[in-house]
């Protein structure tokens, strides 16, 4: 989705770095999802945030932060890498005023990462 | 908490033959269950969804069933084509439903022959 913009596309880097992946949405939404895809795991949530003030941790937030700077923008770190942090990085939003039912996910099209 | 289970894990089909996906889970408060589909080298694009008030809904060639009595539900796509051929998500949301949390199967790849 063009409407949801991950920056860097590929990453590479070394063990005990400090990385910050960066996602902006143009599509007004409030709501914004960091997800994590490892093979055969499927997709798992990191954290995710209902507005600027509001952070919440998911399934997998241990190693993770994230800083919502405005509606917009919502990026993710990683303070001190490790290989095991090798994964397919993917953000999402989702617009709270479609209502509890119609409120789907939109995904950009990711941030792979590769820590050596 | 909630898991979704998927299979199968690869699909290989004939081109203009059906295909069918099929998830169960575990949280029967669980009440909308949303399709993925994912192409190489992108993100996951929304394909078809379902409210747990509703048996079955259809979208052209792409229909999903769901059984609550038995926690699953299933992707069937008929006549398939090429470009049908990618890896699918199932997942599954608890209503309070105000975090808008998915849990998601492990996926699916599907490859349709020529």
């Known amino acids: 989705d063009a409407d949801v913009t991950q920056t860097p596309r590929n990453r590479i880097t070394k063990t005990g770095k400090r990385i910050m992946l960066e996602c902006s949405q143009t599509?007004?939404?409030?709501?914004m999802y960091w997800y994590r895809q490892d093979p055969g795991l499927g997709l798992r949530l990191i954290y995710y945030s209902f507005d600027v003030k509001d952070i919440n941790k998911g399934e997998i937030s241990d190693g993770y932060s994230v800083s919502r700077q405005a509606q917009a923008k919502f990026s993710l770190s990683l303070e001190s890498a490790i290989p095991n942090q090798t994964a397919l990085y993917f953000c999402?939003?989702?617009?709270?005023?479609?209502?509890?039912?119609?409120?789907?996910?939109?995904f950009g099209d990711g941030t792979r990462l590769s820590i050596l | 908490g909630e898991n979704v289970e998927q299979h199968p894990s690869t699909l290989s089909v004939q081109e203009g033959d059906s295909a069918v996906i099929k998830c169960t889970y575990s949280?029967?408060?669980?009440?909308?269950f949303p399709w993925y589909k994912q192409e190489l080298g992108k993100g996951p694009q929304l394909i078809i969804d379902i409210r747990s008030n509703v048996g079955e809904k259809k979208d052209q060639r792409i229909a999903v069933t769901l059984n609550k009595t038995a926690k699953h539900f299933s992707l069937h796509i008929t006549e398939t084509q090429p470009e049908d051929s990618a890896v699918y998500f199932c997942?599954?949301?608890?209503?309070?439903?105000?975090?808008?949390?998915?849990?998601f199967g492990t996926g699916t790849l599907l490859a349709v022959q020529p």
């Open positions: 999402a939003t989702s617009d709270s005023r479609q209502g509890v039912w119609n409120q789907p996910q939109h």
């Open positions: 949280d029967s408060a669980s009440n909308y």
């Open positions: 599509k007004g939404h409030d709501r």
């Open positions: 997942a599954a949301r608890r209503y309070g439903g105000a975090t808008n949390k998915l849990i």
